[in-house]
């Protein structure tokens, strides 16, 4: 299969949902609101979704989705409902051939809210099942830091095709890998598409306001030693251990000191050759890893000459659920190093025990 329609209509949707978003970063009023587990969700989530589940139900109406958010707490908040569903009329490509393509706009809110609870699929291991997560990164977005507007297609629980939106990140493949904790840039040369199809290899393109940009192949650094190597992990202390991660990269050699960026931005960012080798260790022995955090990332890290694995060296299950329960954590790396990185990782690990 070469899922050329499948990947267009995810590269357009995401390119629409993050337009929702990037006018979302750049207002006031953000919405936020606290969900049940504590995480925040603002008006620039719950409109994306909208969005990217309109243009699958158009395109791929007997597809599973799923996706982070749902509509409950609009229906509990009507106003909050209204403000996402003014800027959700308000979103539109500029290229028209493109907006008819994914259907136009949504006819009411009625009909968005309907939509955004679409997301709402068990997952599993058959058949085709969509995943979105529409901002992720909440919290970077928020700080005015880096966040991903991602979706990826599984496909009997192999993911097939992945497409994450980085609006925050340089559009220069090249540009070196800086941490970004929320600085508030101006969007002048940043903005970046990243997609990948199962044995295409993958691909960066400028994330434009226009016509789908032309893209450019991607692929992960050759790192001669690793004590060379940039390692990324998450801002967020309680989403991956700093501490151990330090220690790994010790054990490695490694002397740069850590990037720290918000999303899904650090899979792109490797995989691009900006940065090297991603860690995630596992702050909380029971969280599970939610499958719309990694599933575009994974694809997209694997396509450009990437090895991911959890901590115990296991690819990431997609096949078993929302959640990445055979899984703890993630360690990252290009091919030809993870072993090594793995082990650094399973000693330091090994250690606490
Ligand atoms: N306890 C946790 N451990 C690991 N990841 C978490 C945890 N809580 C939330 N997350 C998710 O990690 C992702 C962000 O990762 P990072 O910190 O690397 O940017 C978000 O999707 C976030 O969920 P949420 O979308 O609810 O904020
Ligand atoms: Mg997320
Ligand atoms: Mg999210
Ligand atoms: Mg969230």
Known sequence: MSYTNELRIALLAVQRAS??????????????????????????????????????????????????????????QP?????????????????????????????????MLALLDKGNSAGGSKGRIWT?????????FLRGGQYAVCLGLMVDGDVKVGVL????????DQAPLTADIGSNQTSDGHGVLFSAVQGQGATSRPL??????????????????????????????????????????????????????????????IARGAGDIYLRLPVKATYQEKIWDHAAGDLIVREAGGEVTDIHGKRLDFSVGRTLANNKGVVAAPKASHGEVLSAVQEVLKAKL
């Open 19 to 76: 337009l929702l978003t990037k006018s979302v970063f750049h207002s006031k009023a953000k919405g936020t609101v606290d969900k049940n587990d504590k995480s925040p969700v603002t008006i620039g989530d719950f409109g994306a979704q909208a969005l990217i589940i309109a243009a699958l139900q158009k395109h791929f109406p007997d597809d599973e989705i799923v996706a982070e958010e749902e509509a409950a707490a609009l229906r509990e």
């Open 79 to 111: 106003e909050l409902g209204d403000t996402i569903w003014d800027i959700v009329r308000q979103t539109a490509l500029s290229d028209d051939h493109a907006e008819k393509e994914l259907g136009g706009a949504i006819a009411s809110k009625e009909s």
């Open 132 to 140: 979105i997560d529409p901002i992720d990164g909440t919290k970077g």
């Open 165 to 172: 939106g980085c609006p925050n990140l340089p559009v220069d």
């Open 208 to 269: 434009t306001d226009g016509p789908l940009a032309q893209e450019k192949s991607i692929s992960m650094r050759a790192v001669p030693s690793l004590a060379e190597a940039t390692f990324c992990e998450s801002v967020e202390a309680g989403h991956s251990a700093h501490g151990d991660q330090a220690q790994i990269a010790q054990k490695l050699g490694i002397t740069k000191p850590s990037v720290r960026m918000d999303s899904q931005a650090k899979y792109g960012s």
